[in-house]
């Protein structure tokens, strides 16, 4: 293979090397000889192993980003314990060995690692690829992992497995199943050797970037786990919101903020059912104190990313449109925007912080506005049947999932519809007789 | 009412100092908002929204800006729509949308005074052959609509004793134009086009020996090119390149290819480079910079974004406007050509690119 600039080893076996002349396939077949090891691992050594990690990460003085606290609680063991017994048919134990399920006497069911899992990462929130390498190392597959254009904290935290040590395994031989590479979306004959000798192609990304990585060949038995572009928004009924305006706000205030609305999790519309009943002003009196806790939540909790003089543009112009045609409620600066509009339906994502209120006047309207793009839906209301109803219609019509307000930015399974672990794994089964 | 404004106008662009030009300046655009604020009720509204009234500007920093691209998105009129002669649009860029522009008399004759007075400073009183670098189609109106192109041109043609468009439909050489035109030219001329148009034909004619040989007989022509850098940025090409390659192609020095920087919201007012290269501010508007983020204004010799102000708009309150165009104030009054008032220059943007991933959702 030639030697192209396009691509960069990164690390393997936990050693840096940002090297643009090393050659991948070789780097996949060093990968692939860590196999019998990680296989050899119990989950609940695994398990201990990334609890001991999120307690490093939450207590170290080192900065490991603004999304931290997220990641310590998804590593948490009791996390981790819910999220593989979701996905795994009830029993984690299933990795390790043949157990029976459920009350099937005659059967024992293993679930075995696919082999090698490939991670496109998206540039927009730096920890997903820690999501999807956990749960590929918990279903002991090994990551090879395509990291975006500004992979700095991701290395760091990859690399950062070093320092933690349990009773039964060694940050070291962990990160030795796990290789970063830099490939650029155009090199595309890196590209498809990363295809090819992927078991398990896990793409984060907008259309472009899932659209490309679709396109290249792979194996026949490959199994495709596609995060691909989503939209998120938040519904909200005055009964609620009378009795929680100001918690309501806040909640919402860090689900806008955690990541900059660039994560298909992040709500870009807040809608508040409000009919002629209700009180007229409560749409715009919460409009108000979301913009008040959007300044908190900037100026003490999650400050803003730096922006391109593009971004701060749109931003301007949007801001400029409401208002002539709703109200606007923003910083002078560019920090974030709340805008407050009548207008029908989901508004376009503007990303940065920017997000519309519009009234409603009953919540069940919002179904006609759905497709499958539609992620996560932030819930705020209060009567459980209603909720319920609610949730059925919308997710037949396209959502994937109804966290409540404040939890829109978790990672949880199932994650777009899917059940990443189950994905990552092949179901064996043996006569029990 | 416009008394002032007419006043000032009138004007040499570039004779005052700031003494001599600000409190002339700011009763003239205190005259400008106090008209538009009564006669155009969202400008008033939006006003309002921003906390300010006319009667209390303390400086050209306090009054509102509106971003550029408003005029994509809603119309906005200060007088009656039957005083309306003429509606411009602009190109239409990333967007798709085109700017609307809506123009009356007395809006139209303000562009074409400060036009003439701007452009004469520069290429001086005797009118000029003018060569324009596109298709005489482009300076046809269709139902009173005009495009940004045609208009730039039309704006021109008053420094034109005689002119010809040598481009075809397509914008490419049209050879029979250009052997009639060879024999016609008899005095100094002007090369006029859009930026992007003349880097085309620059291109596409390395080895037209027709257009060269025609080239040679012209000599010292100057250059003007206006439309702005963005086609051009993208492929990567510089002022100081273009300007070269201009010079080389059209046969004349690099100080006579001059860079008109101007834009339909405010037609009328153009920022030519003068011989030194920088964008001279006239008159009849001033150029603030604001920071891309906390959109305060920046101190001379920091970049930001580039404010116009103007009170020459009379149709639509389009007097204060904030370009998404990144620039800087290298001085005032003390530019090597002489000329005095704000001078500055185009800023690159920052390669910065805002992060895809999973939230990028275009069509939802």
Same mark, same amino acid.
């Given at each position: 293979m030639g030697i192209l600039l396009t691509f960069k080893h990164i690390f393997s076996d936990g050693i840096s090397h940002e090297n643009p002349e090393d050659d991948l396939e070789s780097l996949i077949v060093n990968l692939?000889?860590?196999?019998?090891?990680?296989?050899?691992?119990?989950?609940?050594?695994?398990?201990?192993?990334?609890?001991? #990690?999120?307690?490093?990460?939450?207590?170290?003085?080192?900065?490991?980003?603004?999304?931290?606290?997220?990641?310590?609680?998804?590593?948490?063991?009791?996390? #981790?314990?819910?999220?593989?017994?979701?996905?795994?048919?009830?029993?984690?134990?299933?990795?390790?060995?043949?157990?029976? #399920?459920?009350?099937?006497?005659?059967?024992?069911?293993?679930?075995?690692?696919?082999?090698?899992?490939?991670?496109?990462?998206?540039?927009?929130?730096?920890?997903?690829?820690?999501f999807s390498v956990v749960q590929a190392l918990l279903t002991k597959n090994l990551c090879l992992i395509k990291a975006p254009h500004d992979y700095s904290l991701l290395k760091k935290l990859l690399l950062s497995f070093k320092d933690v040590s349990t009773e039964k395994i060694s940050g070291q031989d962990l990160l030795n199943c796990i290789t970063l590479v830099y490939v650029e979306r155009d090199d595309l004959i890196n590209q498809e050797i990363l295809s090819k000798n992927a078991?398990?192609?896990?793409?984060?990304?907008?259309?472009?970037?899932?659209?490309?990585?679709?396109?290249?060949?792979?194996?026949?038995?490959?199994?495709?786990?596609?995060?691909?572009?989503?939209?998120?928004?938040?519904?909200?009924?005055?009964?609620?919101?009378?009795?929680?305006?100001?918690?309501?706000?806040?909640?919402?205030?860090?689900?806008?903020?955690?990541?900059?609305?660039?994560?298909?999790?992040?709500?870009?519309?807040?809608?508040?059912?409000?009919?002629?009943?209700?009180?007229?002003?409560?749409?715009?009196?919460?409009?108000?104190?979301?913009?008040?806790?959007?300044?908190?939540?900037?100026?003490?909790?999650?400050?803003?990313?730096?922006?391109?003089?593009?971004?701060?543009?749109?931003?301007?112009?949007?801001?400029?449109?409401?208002?002539?045609?709703?109200?606007?409620?923003?910083?002078?600066?560019?920090?974030?925007?709340?805008?407050?509009?009548?207008d029908e339906g989901l508004a376009n994502p503007c990303f940065s912080r920017v997000v519309f209120i519009k009234p409603i006047k009953n919540a069940e309207d919002i179904g006609k506005f759905h497709n499958r793009k539609i992620q996560s839906i932030g819930l705020g209301i209060s009567n459980l049947e209603k909720r319920k109803k609610l949730i059925d219609l919308v997710t037949m019509l396209g959502g994937d999932r109804c966290p409540s307000i404040g939890s829109m930015s978790k990672f949880q399974s199932p994650w777009d519809g899917i059940f990443g672990m189950d994905r990552m794994v092949r179901w064996i089964s043996m006569s029990n007789q | 009412m416009s008394e002032n404004i007419d006043k000032l106008i009138k004007i040499d662009p570039y004779s005052l100092i700031p003494e001599e030009k600000n409190s002339l300046f700011i009763k003239c655009i205190s005259e400008s908002i106090k008209f538009h604020y009564e006669n155009c009720i969202e400008y008033q509204n939006y006003c309002k929204k921003k906390n300010f009234h006319p009667d209390n500007i303390v400086d050209l920093s306090s009054i509102p800006y509106l971003p550029v691209d408003i005029f994509k998105k809603i119309t906005l009129l200060s007088v009656p729509k039957s005083e309306i002669i003429k509606i411009l649009k602009s190109s239409a860029t990333t967007s798709n949308l085109p700017s609307i522009i809506h123009l009356d008399k007395k809006t139209a004759n303000r562009q074409m005074i400060s036009?003439?007075?701007?452009?004469?400073?520069?290429?001086?009183? =005797? !009118?000029?052959?003018?060569?324009?670098?596109?298709?005489?189609?482009?300076?046809?109106?269709?139902?009173?609509?005009?495009?940004?192109?045609?208009?730039?041109?039309?704006?021109?043609?008053?420094?034109?004793?005689?002119?010809?468009?040598?481009?075809?439909?397509?914008?490419?050489?049209?050879?029979?134009?250009?052997?009639?035109? =060879?024999?016609?030219?008899?005095? !100094?001329?002007?090369?006029?086009?859009?930026?992007?148009?003349?880097? !085309?034909?620059?291109?596409?004619?390395?080895?037209?020996?027709?257009?060269?040989?025609?080239l040679s007989n012209l000599s010292q022509s100057s250059i003007l090119h206006i439309g702005g850098w963005k086609k051009l940025t993208d492929l990567s090409i510089d002022k100081k390149q273009f300007n070269s390659e201009c010079s080389n192609f059209f046969n004349t020095n690099t100080d006579k290819v001059i860079d008109l920087y101007g834009m339909t919201e405010q037609l009328g007012i153009v920022y030519p480079d003068c011989e030194c290269g920088y964008k001279h501010v006239p008159v009849f508007s001033e150029i603030l910079i604001r920071n891309t983020h906390s959109l305060e204004v920046q101190n001379d010799g920091e970049t930001g974004f580039i404010q116009v102000i103007s009170p020459i708009p009379n149709s639509y309150p389009g007097i204060s406007l904030l370009t998404d165009d990144l620039g800087e104030i290298l001085g005032r009054d003390n530019c090597p050509c002489g000329r005095k008032g704000t001078y500055f220059i185009f800023k690159k943007r920052s390669e910065m690119a805002d992060p895809k991933g999973c939230g990028d959702t275009i069509d939802i």
């Open positions: 692939k000889s860590k196999k019998e090891w990680l296989h050899s691992q119990k989950i609940d050594d695994l398990i201990e192993f990334f609890d001991s #990690l999120g307690d490093s990460w939450k207590n170290s003085n080192e900065y490991f980003g603004n999304n931290l606290k997220h990641i310590s609680e998804f590593l948490s063991r009791d996390n #981790l314990e819910k999220e593989l017994k979701i996905s795994l048919r009830g029993n984690f134990s299933v990795l390790d060995e043949f157990i029976p #399920l459920f009350d099937i006497a005659d059967s024992l069911y293993h679930a075995q690692p696919r082999g090698i899992s490939v991670h496109w990462i998206a540039g927009n929130v730096d920890i997903l690829g820690i078991d398990i192609r896990i793409a984060w990304g907008g259309d472009e970037a899932v659209s490309t990585i679709l396109s290249l060949k792979k194996n026949f038995f490959t199994e495709d786990i596609i995060y691909g572009p989503k939209y998120s928004y938040a519904i909200l009924d005055s009964e609620f919101l009378e009795n929680n305006l100001k918690n309501a706000a806040q909640r919402l205030a860090f689900d806008v903020s955690i990541f900059d609305q660039n994560a298909c999790n992040s709500p870009h519309t807040i809608f508040v059912e409000n009919n002629d009943s209700d009180n007229p002003n409560l749409v715009k009196d919460f409009a108000k104190e979301l913009s008040s806790s959007m300044e908190t939540v900037n100026r003490l909790m999650l400050p803003k990313s730096e922006i391109s003089e593009k971004k701060s543009m749109d931003i301007l112009s949007l801001r400029a449109e409401y208002d002539f045609k709703g109200e606007v409620f923003a910083p002078k600066n560019t920090d974030w925007t709340v805008i407050y509009s009548e | 036009l003439n007075s701007i452009i004469r400073n520069f290429l001086g009183d =005797e !009118k000029m052959n003018f060569i324009i670098l596109d298709n005489k189609k482009s300076l046809e109106s269709t139902n009173g609509n005009l495009s940004s192109r045609g208009s730039a041109i039309r704006g021109m043609l008053i420094f034109a004793k005689k002119f010809t468009c040598i481009l075809d439909e397509n914008l490419k050489i049209d050879s029979k134009i250009l052997s009639k035109l =060879e024999n016609n030219i008899d005095s !100094k001329t002007c090369i006029f086009g859009f930026t992007w148009v003349i880097h !085309k034909i620059l291109t596409e004619n390395k080895n037209n020996k027709i257009l060269k040989n025609f």
